[in-house]
């Protein structure tokens, strides 16, 4: 079992003509996802790696039955691009590009929440349910089929913890790239939802970081009553006082944003905590066997 | 990105919010100038340079002639400027603003800000201007008001009275302060800024409200959309090695430990910093050469980290993903050789074709440590930099 994407799920990339966009489809259908069309304006009517291009999302929906969308445009261009999957009625957009301005993240987040359609990203490795479905760029071989499912705001880092639980023997159910984006889709705490819900998954990893107050939201949801296992990382426990954070927003929200308070919030709630990165893997190993 | 007071003001001002009338001097002769075609018989010279707390430190003096005029800039320009948020060094003042005196009734602080989590805009004010808003919201938070925008919504004028009576100004006030936070808030949308704040904004003797400074911050990702912002980018602001990363393309931050750190991705550069600070090595800089790390992209790391005399050891964390480890070895070992590396490495490469990549970092003739995992990565850091003591 798994959470948002599996076997079935047919996926459009928004794209696809593109250098990276071709790069991906080929490592994701290499992998064994379901890449049903592409979207590229203009170049409706070819075809590439086998897979058929159409002008529109909406088209490509009618024509192949697409179910999550995946987002591989130019900055500028991607906060439109997310809003055409959601009017052409997909039930999930997957974002990858990086540097989208904060001020089209706000519309586009409104549109799509309007229509009910979730979003993963942007900036962000995308969503793998391993054994099934690998939509992004992560690396594919680092997963593992299992039972511990994760979520995080950082790429690499993940495919370093991803790579932890695999080595120690720990597969998992789906892993799911957030982005460290001010604005963003899914977040903690919608997904702890997804996954408390999920028979398949049995433990849930959160790797956070420094900034915003999404580590304490997702330590009140698992002090509120979690039934699995939760385990906390938040990178950036010696940074120096941030440089590039704007303290206004930050009274809103009531944060700071610091890594101290964040993973004092997490043991408050229960979350069992790794301070040293190297020992991630073998911590959850040894508390769930 | 950041920017000055001043041009935080002429941008304001362009957008219908009253600032005091003044100009930009770079010289005392320059400064004496602007105060000459000025009016009324007080002046303030202003330190401009990116950061709060001008005043305390000597940067803001208020003048009653022309002389003192020039004495306040001959001494505010060259300074370096120490502030709570400039380090202990402090700031080069390259350039000063010259504006009239305002006659201050009472001080208030308003704010266009990005809300995070409620992903919209929102509007703050508080009667407690001209203090570090920060410490307002932990003394008395109850002085602090906002209200949050719906997206695709305007700010309406309801929202702006609650914040505006709530900081206890007159219905005449009021309906001057709902038009300038509607205008901050189209300043905002217009030319993407994250944070637009007024502190203080003042009421004057005769009742009328006036921006006395301004910060502004800039989304970096709509620079490109916004030309004539990105024009307003002062280089002297940012540290000349974090400069010359910028133009590489590479995101560095530097730090004061000693150990160079090049990592691909910034949560993994940050998670590799802590764990280089918690094996008791202190890091020298943060850098992310980017998820898809290449060659390139490493030489210009070493170009960076080298140019910081303070690096005494590098480590080198890289989590090759979908690009193979035995490509990147040999670019780490491509680079090291090109520049002639003379301080220890520690290398920890992860993802495809691992063992060809470590057989050939091991077989370069180079003197690499190879780290098998984070951990050990940190440890051997340690280790060499103890047996150079």
């Not at chain 1, 794209?15 to 590229?40: C, D, P, R, S, W």
């Not at chain 1, 192949?64 to 997310?82: E, I, K, Q, R, Y």
């Not at chain 2, 602090?144 to 309801?158: A, H, N, T, V, Y």
Request: charged residues 20%; contains cysteine; glycine residues 12%.
């Amino acid at each position: 079992m798994s959470i948002l994407v599996n076997k079935d799920t047919r996926v459009v990339v928004q794209g696809l003509t593109g250098k990276e966009g071709m790069f991906h489809a080929e490592q994701m259908i290499a992998y064994g996802t379901n890449v049903v069309a592409g979207v590229t304006p203009g170049k409706g009517g070819q075809s590439v790696l086998g897979v058929p291009v159409f002008n529109t999302v909406s088209e490509a929906v009618k024509q192949t039955g697409a179910n999550v969308s995946l987002v591989f445009v130019p900055a500028a261009f991607a906060a439109d691009s997310a809003c055409e999957a959601a009017d052409a009625g997909v039930d999930l957009v997957v974002v990858i590009s990086e540097h989208i301005p904060v001020m089209d993240m706000i519309r586009a987040k409104a549109f799509l929440n309007a229509r009910g359609v979730k979003m993963v990203g942007p900036n962000c490795p995308g969503i793998i349910t391993p054994g099934e479905c690998k939509i992004g760029i992560q690396p594919g071989y680092i997963h593992k089929p299992g039972t511990v499912g994760l979520v995080s705001r950082s790429g690499t880092l993940t495919y370093e913890v991803v790579h932890q639980l695999t080595s120690a023997g720990l597969g998992q159910s789906t892993c799911i790239g957030i982005g460290g984006d001010p604005i963003i889709g899914l977040n903690f705490v919608q997904l702890l939802e997804l996954f408390r819900n999920d028979p398949g998954t049995e433990a849930v990893c959160l790797i956070g970081e420094i900034g915003g107050d999404a580590e304490e939201k997702a330590a009140a949801v698992v002090a509120a009553g979690y039934p699995k296992p939760v385990f906390g990382f938040v990178a950036g426990l010696t940074a120096p006082p941030g440089k590039r954070m704007g303290h206004a927003g930050a009274i809103i929200s009531g944060s700071k944003g610091r890594a101290q308070d964040k993973l004092a919030a997490m043991e408050a709630a229960g979350i069992t905590v790794v301070r040293a990165l190297g020992e991630f893997g073998a911590t959850v190993a040894k508390t769930l066997k | 990105m950041n920017v000055h007071e001043y041009q935080a003001k002429e941008l304001m001002a362009q957008f219908g919010v009253p600032v005091p009338k003044g100009g930009l001097a770079q010289t005392t002769e320059e400064a004496v100038d602007v105060a000459r075609g000025l009016s009324g018989d007080v002046f303030v010279v202003k330190a401009q340079i990116h950061a709060g707390g001008r005043g305390k430190g000597g940067g803001v003096k208020v003048c009653r002639n022309l002389d003192e005029v020039k004495d306040a800039a001959a001494s505010i320009l060259g300074m370096h400027l120490v502030t709570h948020q400039t380090g202990p060094d402090g700031k080069l003042v390259h350039k000063v603003w010259v504006e009239e005196g305002t006659d201050i009734a009472r001080e208030l602080y308003v704010a266009v800000v990005l809300d995070r989590g409620a992903e919209r805009l929102a509007v703050m004010a508080s009667p407690s201007g001209g203090m570090d808003i920060e410490k307002v919201a932990e003394e008395t938070p109850e002085l602090i008001f906002f209200s949050r925008m719906e997206p695709g919504q305007p700010l309406w004028d309801f929202q702006c009275r609650q914040l505006l009576f709530g900081c206890g100004l007159d219905a005449g006030q009021v309906r001057q302060g709902t038009k300038m936070l509607q205008a901050l808030v189209t300043m905002a949308m217009a030319k993407d800024a994250t944070l637009v704040e007024i502190n203080p904004l003042a009421v004057t003797g005769e009742g009328n409200l006036i921006a006395l400074d301004g910060k502004i911050n800039f989304d970096d990702s709509a620079l490109r959309r916004n030309p004539d912002i990105a024009a307003l980018k002062d280089p002297t602001e940012t540290d000349p090695l974090e400069l010359q990363a910028t133009e590489l393309g590479l995101n560095y931050i530097r730090l004061d430990g000693n150990v160079g750190t090049m990592v691909n991705g910034a949560g993994l550069a940050m998670a590799t910093m802590d764990v280089v600070n918690m094996a008791g090595a202190r890091a020298a800089n943060f850098l992310d050469v980017g998820g898809g790390a290449n060659e390139e992209m490493i030489g210009k790391g070493f170009e960076i980290i080298l140019t910081d005399p303070n690096v005494q050891a590098i480590l080198i964390n890289i989590f090759g993903g979908i690009l193979r480890c035995d490509v990147l070895a040999g670019g780490v070992v491509a680079a090291a050789k090109k520049i002639d590396l003379n301080v220890p490495l520690v290398v920890r490469l992860e993802g495809t074709n691992v063992a060809e990549g470590r057989k050939i970092l091991e077989e370069s003739g180079l003197a690499f440590e190879v780290a098998a995992s984070m951990s050990e990565a940190a440890a051997k850091v340690a280790a060499v930099l103890g047996g150079q003591k």
